[in-house]
């Protein structure tokens, strides 16, 4: 890197943190998470206005590859702290209820979304029709659980029974939408390694539940009284690292690796260790990588050249979306026997789908799965059904919202 690179990146950083921030802010004070303002940041740095220009000039293509791999780190982090955040503590006592409704929440959006894809593929095909009609209907079915867990927070409802079934819903939908992703991956074919290499995927998770983890348990069993040294932040962080890589070796993407590291990482007398790096390590992560990883993002989001065509395709998304999604977690929530009212906020919680949604659209983009016409619409998708959620949750379940701080871990 020569210095005028290293000297456009450092002012770059800079720009997009200032960018985020003030964004972030606005967002937050016209009653929406902050991160709809830093995705619309990303928006409009890229080449949907003025064709590229702001881009171009504000972020030189010499300095971009530097701008992914930061992105790429931030996303790693990412999801770490989501496999990290989830708990098999949330369900008890909700499990039945739990599994219907992130089920249904699933399977509905994912059987509606292969169906509009047999109709969209027309318009935006690919090298591989099969791996194209899974991936959308996986697109459809995702929920952001840190964008529903800070709305249950900035609500109250995170300590009681609907706020628990909500969250327990989301954390079981969540794994469920990553094997469905990691199912499209490798039926893709367009992974980094060999095919051979999806084999070596089942001993890698024993290896990681049998062995790693046992290791970490007695790491934290250590560290847990002495609070988080630098040592045993060293360690997971690395581990996270090699995890993602490995799996990004083996033809699937690191984001799986890091996710399980998250997972395997002891819950029983680590529950100061866990908090300690969700809060530090995902602060750093939200204020420095993540709004780079928007501002990349952006860079594929042109919707310039948006026709009558494109404008049905995009409506055609967003009814499959919204409705698949609010209409199957709706009725698992009354086959459980939960109110009308009750299923309907459970309903729109479901809907929400944040940066987890943008993740798994920019793997279809890397993977050559999805064009950036289509690439762009369900960037607007995700933009609008994360948007949605606080208005239509004060309908179904209005109260006096709290003024919100802008804290821009959750995403």
Request: with cysteine; aromatic share 6%; glycine share 10%.
């Amino acid at each position: 890197m020569t210095s005028h690179q290293t000297v456009m990146l450092l002012l770059d950083l800079a720009l997009i943190l200032v960018l985020a921030r003030v964004l972030g802010l606005l967002a937050i004070r016209i009653g929406q998470p902050a991160v709809i303002g830093e995705v619309l940041a990303g928006i409009i740095v890229g080449p949907t206005l003025w064709h590229g220009a702001i881009s171009d000039t504000l972020f030189p293509v010499p300095s971009r590859p530097s701008l992914s791999a930061l992105a790429n780190v931030g996303v790693a982090v990412f999801m770490f702290i989501i496999g990290l955040e989830l708990d098999r503590t949330l369900i008890k006592g909700e499990g039945r209820t739990a599994v219907l409704v992130s089920t249904l929440s699933i399977a509905l959006p994912f059987g509606l979304g292969t169906a509009l894809a047999t109709y969209l593929y027309q318009d935006h095909r690919t090298t591989n029709e099969l791996a194209f009609v899974l991936f959308l209907g996986a697109a459809m079915s995702v929920t952001a659980f840190p964008v529903l867990a800070r709305i249950l927070s900035d609500r109250g409802l995170q300590k009681t029974r609907l706020g628990t079934i909500a969250l327990a819903s989301a954390a079981i939908g969540d794994v469920l939408a990553w094997c469905l992703l990691a199912t499209v991956v490798a039926i893709s074919g367009s992974g980094t390694g060999s095919q051979l290499l999806i084999l070596g995927l089942i001993p890698y998770v024993a290896v990681m539940f049998f062995v790693v983890r046992p290791l970490l348990r007695k790491l934290i069993a250590r560290y847990e009284w002495h609070g988080l040294s630098l040592g045993v932040l060293a360690t997971v962080l690395a581990g996270l690292l090699v995890s993602g890589a490995l799996t990004e070796w083996m033809g699937l993407h690191f984001i799986f690796g890091a996710f399980l590291f998250g997972i395997i990482i002891p819950r029983e007398g680590a529950d100061k260790l866990r908090k300690d790096i969700i809060q530090q390590v995902g602060q750093v992560n939200a204020v420095l990588l993540l709004p780079v990883y928007f501002i990349v993002a952006g860079f594929n989001v042109d919707l310039s050249q948006l026709d009558a065509s494109g404008l049905l395709a995009l409506a055609l998304i967003l009814v499959v979306a919204i409705s698949g999604k609010f209409v199957g977690a709706f009725t698992g929530s009354r086959l459980s026997g939960l109110p009308a009212r009750d299923s309907a906020v459970l309903g729109t919680l479901m809907n929400t789908r944040g940066l987890t949604e943008l993740i798994i659209l920019s793997i279809g983009l890397q993977l050559g799965v999805l064009d950036k016409d289509l690439y762009s619409l369900m960037v607007v998708m995700a933009v609008v059904t994360t948007a949605m959620a606080g208005p239509l949750l004060s309908l179904v379940h209005p109260q006096q919202q709290p003024a919100e701080e802008y804290v821009p871990v959750s995403v």
